[in-house]
Nanobody, 127 residues
């Protein structure tokens, strides 16, 4: 069992930066791939970024590529999402999620592949 607790987020002007954190309980966190998803009002949850259990494999949605960076520190049981050059369309509730990675490079952009979810954190970008 893994519990994910998110922190970070808030209100920022367009062009600004924020960093989200996803802290996990349990000593097996290094076995879990982690993803970030977001959901804006009236829209479906969408994939943002994911990182493999080793941290050596990452992928990004086209809409955030070049602006967002995902990373992890397994010693701290934490995954980060650094968000730069934020746009109003990035406004959403952001969720981190984890699944047991079968390989060191496995990631997923599909929400149903994930077994554990954080509580969500609001990110609001003003124009």
């Amino acid at each position: 069992q893994v519990q994910l607790v998110q922190s970070g987020g808030g209100l920022v002007q367009a062009g600004g930066s924020l960093r989200l954190s996803c802290a996990a309980s349990g000593r097996t966190f290094s076995m879990y791939a982690v993803g970030w998803f977001r959901q804006a009002p009236g829209k479906e949850r969408e994939f943002v970024s994911a990182i493999s259990r080793s941290g050596s494999s990452t992928n990004y949605a086209d809409s955030v590529k070049g602006r967002f960076t995902i990373s992890r520190d397994n010693a701290k049981n934490t995954v980060y999402l650094q968000m730069n050059s934020l746009k109003p369309e990035d406004t959403a509730v952001y969720y981190c999620a984890g699944f047991l990675g079968r390989t060191w490079y496995a990631t997923s952009s599909t929400p149903k592949d994930y077994d554990y979810w954080g509580q969500g954190t609001q990110v609001t970008v003003s124009s």
